[in-house]
């Protein structure tokens, strides 16, 4: 499996977690190891072991105690891709059908249940309690953050303050748990674990706001028009709550009743990336992502200048960068 260039430091730790994870996941029960074989054919990015390993050499050494940890997280991460897309009810989920799609929801939130236990078991049985409490933990902030969403969904309302509490909890609160675990395994002591929890929630906030400014920029190759998933859903995110902050209290009133609207047509959606545009909502979102990468960046002064902190520091860039 192709690595990005700036994991090269941990390429061997993550060829041997790569053969190590789907004998972690093996079950008794057939159709359990069919999905969850389906479900490891599309790894994603990956950024979520990438951050436990490269925390843990920055911190000291990786470890077997470091590879348990990442196991833990992905694990997790997946059980929450597959409820997530049960939530949504999305038919795709990296390329491929979700597994909603094909064994149905029943099926589909029982996997979820199942990896997300394995994960924890994988805790329990190496006692590793200090994870199990960073992973209860993130999880819990993680079912809140997805609730606050729906709730406010419903309303069809949201101000700057409860977004970024909610990406907090659904993004950032996962990857700060995953710094923090690299972290822990490397014997690393409170206050420098509480410097990588930082990092990682100040690049997951960051990794959040990229990911919602793409809803307004990227572009399909079909259609050569940006895809807008997010609007035609009806959330709010901050590139549209920027510019709503900028425009002319009528205008920006007109596009508040188009977001509240729930026949949001594709001349309502192109209204609204065009206001985006206009008022520089996109511009300001990414200067509060670049922020919080700078800010993120600065929690790492105090580490060895090893290539692990490197490494950290490239993920961080990495995170505002992407375009996918």
């Known amino acids: 499996m192709r690595h990005p260039t700036f994991a090269q430091p941990i390429e061997a730790h993550l060829d041997e977690f790569n053969r190590t994870l789907p004998q972690r996941v093996r079950s008794q029960v057939p159709l359990l190891n069919v999905v969850v074989r389906y479900l490891l054919r599309s790894r994603g990015k990956q950024l979520r072991p990438m951050l436990v390993f490269a925390s843990a050499g920055a911190c000291g050494a990786i470890s077997e105690r470091t590879h ?3 196991a833990m997280v992905e694990l997790l991460h997946t059980a929450t891709l597959v409820h997530d897309d049960v939530v949504d009810q999305a038919p795709m989920r990296r390329g491929l059908a979700s597994i909603n799609a094909i064994w149905k929801n029943k099926v589909a939130v029982l996997v979820g249940d199942f990896l997300l236990a394995r994960g924890l078991l994988l805790a329990v049985e190496h ?56 972290a822990l395994s490397a014997g690393a002591d409170q206050s420098r674990q509480e410097k990588l929890a930082t990092f990682g929630e100040r690049i997951g906030l960051a990794f959040q706001i990229r990911d919602d400014v793409l809803d307004y920029t990227s572009r399909s190759t079909i259609l050569g028009k940006p895809t ?9 995110t901050l590139p549209l709550l920027r510019a709503l902050e900028q425009a002319p209290p009528s205008e920006a009133q007109g596009i508040r009743k188009l977001m509240q609207s729930s026949a949001r047509r594709n001349g309502h959606i192109e209204r609204i990336i065009a206001f985006v545009e206009r008022y520089g909502g996109v511009e300001s979102a990414m200067a509060t992502a670049r922020t919080l990468v700078e800010d993120a960046i600065a929690e790492l002064d105090s580490l060895p200048p090893t290539e692990f902190r490197a490494m950290l520091i490239a993920i961080a860039r990495y995170t505002i960068e992407r375009t996918k």
């Open 68 to 70: 348990i940890g990442a």
């Open 127 to 182: 006692e590793e309690f200090d994870f199990l409490r960073v992973t209860a933990q993130a999880v819990r902030r993680m079912s809140e953050g997805e609730l606050l969403q729906v709730q406010r969904s419903h309303k069809r309302t949201l101000d700057e303050e409860t977004y970024l509490r909610i990406i907090r909890d659904k993004t950032a609160a996962l990857l700060a748990a995953c710094c923090q675990i690299g």
């Open 228 to 236: 807008a998933h997010d609007l035609r859903e009806g959330k709010t």
